[in-house]
């Protein structure tokens, strides 16, 4: 998944043009809320091909905000990522998603915030949840073929967040959004989800909460 660039400071992107006309969400409040339509039901995304992270950010941002063409169009953003290259490093050769965190990193930058890398050697108690807008997951998942499920595991993104005092898991290859529960069940789910030695956690949060390190609370 190559995740360097996630734990190191996040240089700023020229990503103009990438969406068009497309409006940005304003996250300065925080992130929306529910937004399926129905009250209390969270928008979600189920899977399709590789597109796990796209399904991710549209999840954690309850819109279909960003498509496969805009992701494969950050992918080709200079410097940062590689305009020139064949193929492309941060995407599917086939053209079927798989995006890297680089991608993530970049279409979160879009929207003035941060994804910082938790270190797993430090406990999941110092993490100061109520700085977090939402959490990015990027963990081995069985693949499938139909209902056949292959001998296979290949790394998934998922989204957690917040919707009031309630913390919901929102997983594109889940049927539902599944609900988790209060900040204490949700420490007991990262820790379960950051068991397997592939599996990353990327916290999504403002620029200043970033800087200032606020996510991370005192020894």
């Known amino acids: 998944m190559?995740?360097?660039?996630a734990r190191a400071p996040q240089a700023s992107l020229d990503l103009g043009?990438?969406?068009g006309d497309q409006e940005l969400p304003d996250v300065g409040g925080g992130l929306p809320g529910f937004g399926s339509g129905v009250p209390g039901v969270p928008y979600h995304e189920r899977q399709r091909r590789q597109l796990c992270a796209l399904h991710a950010l549209n999840n954690l941002l309850q819109r279909p905000w960003l498509s496969q063409a805009q992701a494969d169009r950050i992918c080709q953003r200079p410097p940062r990522l590689a305009p020139n290259s064949r193929p492309n490093p941060h995407r599917s050769l086939l053209g079927l998603g798989n995006y890297d965190v680089n991608v993530v990193m970049a279409a979160l930058g879009m929207l003035g915030l941060a994804a910082v890398w938790w270190d797993k050697r430090r406990?999941?108690?110092?993490?100061?949840?109520?700085r977090v807008l939402g959490f990015l997951l990027n963990v081995p998942s069985r693949v499938t073929l139909g209902a056949l499920a292959l001998p296979l595991r290949r790394p998934h993104w998922l989204c957690v967040?917040?919707?009031?005092?309630?913390f919901y898991n929102l997983d594109s290859k889940l049927a539902t959004p599944t609900r988790i529960g209060a900040e204490p069940q949700l420490r007991?789910?990262?820790?379960?989800?950051?068991?397997?030695?592939?599996?990353?956690?990327?916290?999504?949060?403002?620029r200043d909460v970033e800087e200032a390190g606020t996510w991370l609370s005192p020894e």
């Open 2 to 5: 190559a995740l360097e660039d």
């Open 17 to 19: 043009g990438v969406l």
């Open 123 to 130: 406990p999941l108690e110092r993490l100061c949840v109520p």
């Open 161 to 166: 967040r917040p919707f009031g005092p309630a």
């Open 188 to 206: 007991e789910f990262l820790r379960s989800a950051l068991a397997p030695a592939p599996s990353e956690l990327l916290l999504v949060v403002t």
